[in-house]
């Protein structure tokens, strides 16, 4: 069972930034963030595949940047200008290393890991 650890959550003033980062116990095939406000469903933020293609939402384009570390099974969300509105927990998600590479996964059913979340907190 594969298992992704996450970590670089907290809390940060508005206009602020934080990075989070996400390592998986192996390799795996896409990887992408997803965040949960409190009485939200939890919704898509950025997904990157292996070859480095990225996918964002439109609320948080040009404001995060996903990237990844193929060699070090980590994945990294950069927050800058964070805004209340980003306050949630996020989750980290991974496909299966026999996924197809190429992938670009919005969908959190599309995903087989989880990690266990961590709180990002902005106020203004």
């Known amino acids: 069972q594969v298992q992704l650890v996450e970590s670089g959550g907290g809390s940060v003033q508005a206009g602020g930034s934080l990075r989070l980062s996400c390592t998986a116990s192996?390799?795996?095939?896409?990887m992408g963030w997803f965040r949960q406000a409190p009485g939200k469903e939890r919704e898509f933020v950025a997904v990157?595949?292996?070859?480095?293609?990225?996918v964002y939402a439109d609320s948080v384009k040009d404001r995060f940047t996903i990237s990844r570390d193929n060699a070090k099974n980590t994945l990294y969300l950069q927050m800058n200008s964070l805004k209340p509105e980003d306050t949630a927990v996020y989750y980290c998600?991974?496909?299966?290393?026999?996924?197809?590479?190429?992938?670009?996964?919005?969908?959190?059913?599309?995903?087989?890991?989880w990690g266990q979340g961590t709180q990002v907190t902005v106020s203004s």
């Open positions: 998600a991974a496909q299966k290393a026999s996924s197809v590479l190429y992938n670009l996964p919005k969908l959190s059913s599309d995903y087989h890991y």
């Open positions: 192996t390799r795996t095939g896409s």
């Open positions: 990157r595949n292996w070859i480095g293609i990225t």
